[in-house]
């Protein structure tokens, strides 16, 4: 099949893009994205991208868990499996909003006649997007994951750590479960950094959190706070061993 022909032959709408980004894919269509596995996945060449399938059905889990017990808004989840040339994918409804980590590169208020600025970034746009988004994870995203608990970590029987650990420890085969006597995991997003958090762009509310591949039944204090960082601190973490083998000894059985 022409890698450049739409895989859902229109079912979602125009085809838009497809972006290879060496270990994955990425199908954008009028109203869907779909992340998939490589086509050399299924020749057994290195993708660089560990558990690509139990990745991608971790994603889908996540999504249905966080629809249909909370109210926290995220991309509505059309399907997942494998397609006819064997890769996994993952297909969901296309976010239109504008990160969190974007906010503020320009005033997001000019068109309704109360700009802040008429060129360049915009500090007040920014402010106010993070203020918006800091009051809405911990009112309504963080109470509410953890309110989801289980005697198990990971989810479903795969357990993916957070990216600062996996993609630290890129050695492990595995991460095993570890198991409790009671239900001391709760549910993390396990990325909840700017860069996965939709913003309205007119109100600069938060309209979607996404990328949930890392979900999983953790220690509640391993949903750090990535949302309140910058880039080059959120990047920080993944040099913070001290941090990462903390976490690892909370994780490991």
Request: aromatic share 8%; with cysteine; glycine share 8%.
């Amino acid at each position: 099949m022409d890698q450049n022909l739409d895989p859902f032959n229109g079912k979602y709408g125009r085809l838009l893009e497809i972006k290879e980004i060496g270990s994955k894919d990425y199908v954008t269509t009028e109203v869907s994205f779909t992340k998939r596995e490589p086509l050399r996945a299924t020749k057994d060449e290195a993708t660089g991208w560990k558990w690509g399938p139990q990745r991608l059905l971790n994603e889908a889990h996540a999504l249905q868990i966080v629809a249909e017990k909370t109210s926290i808004p995220v991309p509505k989840l059309f399907e997942h499996g494998y397609d006819d040339q064997g890769r996994y994918y993952v297909t969901m409804e296309r976010i239109h909003g504008l990160s969190l980590s974007e906010a503020g590169k320009e005033c997001q208020m000019v068109g309704a006649g109360v700009g802040h600025a008429t060129s360049g970034p915009c500090n007040e746009c920014r402010q106010t997007a993070r203020h918006n988004a800091d009051t809405f994870i911990r009112e309504q995203v963080l109470p509410q994951l953890q309110q989801l608990s289980s005697n198990e970590t990971g989810l479903n029987g795969f357990l993916l750590p957070p990216p600062r650990i996996v993609e630290t420890r890129e050695d492990r085969e595995c991460w095993p479960v570890k198991k409790s006597g009671s239900k001391i995991y709760v549910l993390i997003h396990g990325d909840l950094a700017s860069h996965n958090i939709s913003i309205n762009r007119s109100t600069l509310e938060v309209e979607h959190i996404y990328d949930w591949e890392h979900t999983a039944y953790l220690p509640a204090e391993m949903e750090l706070e990535l949302w309140c960082m910058e880039g080059r601190e959120y990047y920080d973490l993944f040099k913070n061993d001290q941090l990462i083998e903390s976490e690892i000894s909370l994780i490991t059985p």
